[in-house]
């Protein structure tokens, strides 16, 4: 499956911002969709991610409460809405999909990526 985020740009502290990843076919459903970000120098790593039902979520805990995984299955789209913005949340944003039937955070149990989107929160 091919992903295309979209949604990324710059906020100021305490702002929000909804990070969107559309797949390329119908077998949207099927997969379990993550997120991931990257700052320069850093290895990426997991924010959140959303079981195929919808029913199972998962987040870090640097963003628990913050932000909020769903999908819109009938759009192929999976969406991160990010809230409370914080300098530190500042990064490339990645939207990922799997077959796992758990929420996994780590980036080889993902076998499609999309190209990123960049989130800058100024302070």
């Known amino acids: 499956v091919q992903l295309q985020a979209s949604g990324g740009g710059l906020v100021q502290a305490g702002g929000s911002l909804r990070l969107s990843c559309a797949a390329s076919?119908?077998?949207?459903?099927?997969?379990?969709m993550g997120w991931f970000r990257q700052t320069s120098g850093k290895e990426r790593e997991f924010v959140a991610a959303?079981?195929?039902?919808?029913?199972?979520?998962d987040y870090a805990d640097s963003v628990k409460g913050r932000f909020t995984i769903s999908r819109g299955d009938a759009k192929n789209t999976v969406y991160l809405q990010m809230n409370s913005l914080k300098p530190e949340d500042t990064a490339v944003y990645y939207c990922?999909?799997?077959?796992?039937?758990?929420?996994?955070?780590?980036?080889?149990?993902?076998?499609?990526w999309g190209q990123g989107t960049q989130v800058t929160v100024s302070s």
């Open positions: 990922a999909a799997g077959s796992r039937w758990y929420t996994p955070r780590l980036l080889y149990e993902y076998s499609s």
């Open positions: 076919d119908g077998t949207f459903s099927n997969y379990v």
């Open positions: 959303i079981s195929r039902s919808a029913i199972i979520t």
